[in-house]
């Protein structure tokens, strides 16, 4: 039976890497250096036009090491408004319209794993926000997590932060749980990481944003009290520097005796 997992967040930014290249394979390549078991992915979408995934879903079955969990949403697309027509309809399908996540947020599992359940969770905002849900299986052992990118604004921050934590308090069962992503948030302890209460503790992971010269701890695990943080940290290998503008952040948790 499982005792730990390592999980990580990285914000991909539509896998467009600091040389202003889309490649999704250097976001893959650098997950595999952490080696996670659970991921939570920001920016995993495009935000215009096909709406697709940054990631395709080939791209990440031909790698081998995860899958995507599958939230069964999609966004309304520009594209969905052109009518059929013989002359565009062979170019309408052969494009990839089908995204990883919700509002850019996508969950990515160590293949094999067993998903429970899962959710998309709209955000209150004043901007297109959203996070995702899954609950797992892995080695015998149940655990929740949650990935979200939250806003720019204080105030909004805040308020994700409190309805994310209604919904984990509303689940039908205590499940440890886990969640991460891009907050936004510059402060260490306080404003919205502070809404998150009692029951949630960040990991010491460290500085993410930005890349070339990280100094704003943005990227955030949050672990309750049902696992113990072994160690955390930030990926900086040279890969990871070139994939995003955010580097990747990582937690090794362990199971608390009984739970």
Do not use: Y
Request: charge should be positive.
């Amino acid at each position: 039976m499982t005792r730990s997992l390592t999980v990580a967040s990285f914000n991909i930014r539509k896998a467009i890497g600091t040389d202003r290249r889309r490649r999704p394979d250097r976001v893959l390549d650098v997950l595999a250096e952490i080696d996670p078991d659970i991921v939570a992915l920001q920016e995993a979408d495009k935000r215009v036009g096909t709406r697709g995934a940054a990631v395709p879903h080939a791209l990440i079955d031909d790698h081998g090491a995860f899958e995507a969990v599958d939230f069964d949403v999609s966004h309304p697309k520009l594209l969905d408004r052109v009518p059929a027509h013989p002359l565009t309809q062979p170019l309408m399908e052969r494009l990839d319209t089908r995204n990883l996540g919700w509002h850019g947020n996508a969950i990515l599992v160590r293949k094999g794993t067993k998903v429970l359940d899962c959710a998309a969770l709209d955000l209150p905002t004043l901007e297109p926000r959203g996070a995702v849900m899954a609950e797992l299986d892995i080695g015998g052992r149940e655990v929740r997590v949650i990935g979200m990118h939250l806003d720019l604004s204080g105030l909004w921050r805040s308020r994700q932060a409190r309805r994310i934590l209604a919904h984990v308090e509303a689940r039908h069962r205590h499940m440890p749980t886990i969640i991460m992503g891009d907050t936004n948030e510059w402060r260490e302890a306080t404003g919205c990481i502070e809404a998150f209460g009692t029951r949630f503790r960040p990991a010491p992971c460290g500085p993410s944003f930005h890349s070339r010269k990280p100094v704003a701890a943005l990227d955030k695990i949050l672990v309750d009290h049902a696992l113990h943080i072994e160690a955390a940290g930030v990926h900086r290998s040279p890969a990871a520097h070139k994939a995003s503008d955010h580097l990747p952040v990582w937690a090794r948790v362990r199971f608390q005796r009984g739970k």
